[in-house]
């Protein structure tokens, strides 16, 4: 799974780009979904390091995030295509120990709400992300779908 997860971020498109209100509010999301289901582990903390380091936030800035994440206001993403990526990063982190419980589940089903789907496809597009990530489906496969 982490080689997966190595190779689904084109890392040229975050370098050097700073920290964002969205970006910060979407390294909340994945931390709260890590404790979700009373299992965080290192391996999980290993992940959301990665998807900062991919994005060239300083391992720093992601310290300062999580050790104080209510000096923040939640934004969501604006283009359709952002907030796939986010939502698939969330499944990602839900299935990266290969349990899905139905706390995540639910948690990814009400960012999906979050995020703006209208709640008659809210379930199958949690499920359609959860059932990508277990098949390696890569994200551009994925966008590639949703923008044909």
């Known amino acids: 799974m982490v080689s997966f997860i190595l190779n689904i971020y084109n890392k040229s498109s975050y370098m050097n780009h700073e920290i964002t ?7 909340l999301r994945l931390y709260k979904l890590a404790l979700a289901d009373d299992n965080f582990g290192v391996l999980e903390l290993q992940v959301l390091y990665l998807f900062a380091e991919e994005r060239g936030v300083p391992r720093t800035e992601l310290d300062k995030l999580l050790n104080n994440p209510t000096d923040h206001d939640a934004s969501i993403p604006t283009e359709l295509t952002q907030r796939i990526e986010y939502l698939y990063h969330l499944a990602t982190m839900i299935l990266y120990d290969e349990v899905v419980t139905e706390e995540e589940r639910s948690m ?17 597009l949690a499920e359609y992300l959860l059932d990508c990530v277990k098949q390696n489906v890569s994200l551009e496969e994925i966008i590639n779908q949703v923008n044909a």
């Not at 209100?21 to 390294?27: A, I, M, N, T, V």
């Open 21 to 27: 209100s969205e970006l910060k509010s979407h390294f």
């Open 108 to 124: 990814l089903r009400k960012f999906c709400r979050k995020f703006e789907f209208l709640d008659e496809n809210v379930d199958s």
